[in-house]
């Protein structure tokens, strides 16, 4: 049974930062690319990061530069280091792999 299951979100002030985790279970991670989105209500999944297999990675202009996508295949897990965080970054963070599987969310509110 495939799983991923995020965790780190929280609440954090504009500026701040924050790294969420992703571990992955039943997948053979190490041949998976994988990514993360974030949704507000009302909203479409927007992409944010991904990572390929090789670590190449590809970022949305509106992360570029402050967020940061990385892996660890020992561990089955993708990070995403946010920086700089924003108002506009308060969503639910999902992350996915190149199979379509999403994990069920955890939540980053950016509030003063």
């Known amino acids: 049974q495939v799983q991923l299951v995020e965790s780190g979100g929280g609440l954090v002030q504009p500026g701040g930062s924050l790294r969420l985790s992703c571990a992955a279970s039943g997948i053979l991670f190490s041949a998976r690319a994988m990514a993360w989105y974030r949704q507000t209500p009302g909203k479409e999944r927007e992409f944010l990061a991904r990572i390929s297999i090789i670590g190449s990675t590809t970022y949305a202009d509106s992360v570029k530069g402050r967020f940061t996508i990385s892996r660890d295949n020992a561990k089955k897990t993708v990070y995403l280091q946010m920086n700089s965080l924003k108002f506009e970054d308060t969503a639910v963070y999902y992350c996915?792999?190149?199979?379509?599987?999403w994990g069920q969310g955890t939540q980053v509110t950016v509030s003063s």
């Open positions: 996915r792999d190149q199979g379509d599987y």
